[in-house]
């Protein structure tokens, strides 16, 4: 069973950065897919980045050049840096994980999911 423990969320202005981690545990192989999710009130839960196992990554375009996914194979910890952040990127982060050949955008392919992390952002 894999277990996965998001942090570093918080209220930021906009313009501002946040660095999100998510400490996965339990039995993951690494090749898993691993991504990170968001969701806001009221929206569906859609992909923000996503990285496979030889570090190959995905980015939604309305986040692309502004955050960052990277993962720390030895310590299993995932990480999401986020720059200029808008208020657009307000809601709630998620981390996932499974056991994909293709680590897409698409929440439905992900079997694992932390808890969440709030991100809100102010203009």
């Known amino acids: 069973q894999v277990q996965l423990v998001e942090s570093g969320g918080g209220s930021v202005q906009a313009g501002g950065s946040l660095r999100l981690s998510c400490a996965a545990s339990?039995?993951?192989?690494?090749?898993?897919?691993m991504g990170w999710f968001r969701q806001a009130p009221g929206k569906e839960r859609e992909g923000v980045a996503t990285?496979?196992?030889?570090?190959?990554?995905r980015y939604a375009a309305s986040v692309k050049g502004r955050f960052t996914i990277s993962k720390d194979n030895g310590e299993n910890i995932l990480y999401l840096q986020m720059a200029s952040l808008k208020p657009e990127d307000t809601g709630m982060y998620y981390c996932?994980?499974?056991?994909?050949?293709?680590?897409?955008?698409?929440?439905?392919?992900?079997?694992?999911w932390g808890q969440g992390t709030q991100v809100t952002v102010s203009s």
């Open positions: 339990g039995y993951i192989y690494r090749s898993y897919c």
């Open positions: 990285i496979n196992r030889d570090g190959t990554t």
């Open positions: 996932a994980a499974d056991r994909a050949t293709w680590c897409l955008l698409s929440p439905q392919e992900y079997s694992y």
